[in-house]
Every structure is written in structure tokens, then in C-alpha cells.
């Protein structure tokens, strides 16, 4: 089993947050720069070095 590092961790979920920065890739191949990502989202995450994952990242449903 791959240990995952702390900052490929969702904040909100603990689950991988799939963020190519983390992966060791540019910020431009990242999810988040194609999407739109939740504020209520950003305000619960609130942890400047950790992304969020996209089902967390989500806007919620109308």
C-alpha cells in the first residue's frame, strides 16, 4: 500500500485530492484551473497548503 503524503489529502474528506502540484506537476494540469470550485467549499477547507478534492470541490446542487 502507497502512503499518501498530507498534502495530497483532501482537507474536508481525507480522501487523494488528485492536485498536480502535490503529483509534482504544474499548477496548469491541475483539476481546479478548468473548474469552478465551491466557496462554501474554500470556506470549510480553510487550509492554505492542502487542496480540496473535486467531489468536495463541487458547487452543490440547486
Do not use: Y
Not at 480522501?15 to 474554500?42: D, F, H, L, R, V
Amino acid at each position: 500500500m502507497t502512503e499518501q503524503k498530507p498534502n495530497s489529502l483532501c482537507p474536508l474528506c481525507a480522501q487523494p485530492n488528485q492536485c498536480a502540484i502535490a503529483a509534482g506537476q504544474a499548477a496548469a494540469n491541475c483539476w481546479c484551473m478548468t473548474t469552478t470550485i465551491s466557496e462554501e467549499a474554500k470556506e470549510k477547507a480553510n487550509d492554505a497548503n492542502r487542496c480540496i478534492c473535486p467531489a468536495c470541490g463541487r458547487e452543490p446542487a440547486a
